[in-house]
């Protein structure tokens, strides 16, 4: 009998602590909460070190991440798989042993925040194997620096390295890549990573190869507008909660951590000069059914950039949705997969109508379902109808474009 009215405590506490309200039309929300649960849970665990002094927070999660999920360069009767570099940054190297000649090719950039993840990770891993085996591709998933050590530009400064090599004659002979069929590719902050360096690379006048494709999985793009539609509908969706990607913003652009209540509120971006405001007006750029109700916050129009700001929140190679239309212009097809219960759903959906006002063939493959993070998350226990058919998705247009 105690033993019983001990268990029912226990699952009650266990429901309490892993229940959610979630906006109706969520894939699967039970999994979701319980992903949400296992993320508070890291979390707070990070938390409680970080304010002991014990250790920094996010070395926590990684270490806690490296021990569950780090796996090694297993090979299979299908695949060679290697812990390699480009340019002297790591990257692990997914090679078909049979199939074309010359290989299709992706360079993928983990997500994380920019300070979290790794291509060691199973989900990393196992993703990278699948586009691997599906596609008949060499994939090649790239370890950049992470925060606290490292922070802008390191982060983008290796992706670019890493990329350079990517499109190097001398990597093509290595591992058998056909030039005219690459693409660059991320999720998340890796997609922030890879919209950035493909800019960057195709603007490059002394570097003829601009890879084939772009691949943009929700992708960060903006740290100015923490209001938008998106931030506003989600603010209590998981997992992606606006302080989280704030922090990892502040953290990333090496900013005052202080900045994060005005920032959420937009006060750091209170006077913003017309043109960059055009490039991030959400009004504008998106339609009425994609905004709904919501309505602009602290964007007063007129002023003159700078003022109080940070002059790295407008550096577009950390922030891509700010580039000018003549670069986005030299960009090659895209892909943007968005979710609708994600706070970077108005990111990318921005980002897709600006390379399409700026000529370029987009697809834009919305998951009314979908949720930040539901592709990676596709292969864990609680994996989700929605990670499963987003991944389908990516890989199907990569067949067919690449
Ligand atoms: C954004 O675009 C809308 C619609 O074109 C316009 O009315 C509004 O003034 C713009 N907002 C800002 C802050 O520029």
């Not at 591992?175 to 603007?203: H, K, W």
């Not at 992708?219 to 969706?237: E, G, H």
């Not at 994996?383 to 067949?399: A, E, K, Q, T």
Request: glycine share 6%; hydrophobic share 45%.
């Amino acid at each position: 009998m105690r033993l019983s009215v001990s268990a029912a405590v226990l699952l009650s506490a266990a429901a309490y602590y892993v229940y959610l309200p979630l906006p109706p039309g969520v894939c699967e929300p039970w999994k979701l909460m319980l992903l949400d649960a296992l993320f508070r849970s890291f979390m707070s665990a990070g938390e409680l070190l970080h304010g002991l002094g014990v250790l920094h927070r996010v070395h926590l999660l990684n270490r806690l991440v490296s021990l569950v999920e780090e796996v090694p360069p297993r090979s299979s009767p299908a695949l060679l798989v290697t812990d390699s570099a480009l340019s002297g940054v790591p990257a692990r190297v997914f090679r078909p042993r049979g199939g074309r000649a010359l290989k299709r090719g992706v360079l993928y950039f983990h997500g994380g925040g920019w300070a979290l993840g790794s291509a060691r990770m199973r989900s990393y891993d196992l993703l990278c194997r699948k586009m691997a085996e599906d596609l008949d591709a060499v994939i090649l998933s790239v370890d950049y620096g992470l925060a606290p050590e490292s922070v802008f530009p390191a982060q983008y400064v290796d992706a670019l390295s890493a990329s350079r090599s990517f499109l190097s004659s001398e990597t093509w002979s290595r591992f058998g890549l056909d030039p005219d069929r690459l693409c660059i590719s991320g999720d998340s902050a890796g997609a922030n990573l890879a919209a950035a360096v493909t800019q960057t690379l195709c603007s490059d006048p002394s570097l003829r190869s601009c890879p084939r494709l772009q691949a943009l999985v929700y992708p960060v793009l903006q740290a100015l507008d923490f209001q938008t539609s998106s931030y506003q509908q989600n603010r209590a969706v998981p997992i992606l909660y606006p302080p989280v990607m704030a922090r990892f913003w502040l953290q990333y652009l090496d900013a005052d951590p202080l900045l994060e209540p005005s920032m959420l509120q937009n006060q750091h971006s209170a006077a913003l000069d017309p043109d960059t405001r055009a490039k991030i007006n959400w009004t504008a750029l998106l339609p009425a059914h994609v905004r709904k109700h919501y309505l602009p916050v602290g964007v007063a129009g007129g002023g003159d950039s700078g003022a109080g700001l940070a002059p790295v929140f407008l550096d577009v190679r950390a922030a891509p949705l700010l580039a000018d239309e003549a670069v986005l212009s030299r960009t090659p097809r895209a892909y943007i997969l968005t979710c609708e219960f994600d706070v970077l759903r108005d990111d990318g959906l921005m980002y897709a109508r600006r390379l399409l006002d700026a000529g370029v063939t987009v697809t834009s493959d919305h998951y009314h379902d979908g949720f930040h993070g539901c592709m990676v998350f596709a292969h864990l226990p609680m994996m989700s109808s929605v990670g499963r058919r987003s991944l389908d998705g990516f890989i199907r247009w990569l067949d067919q474009n690449l």
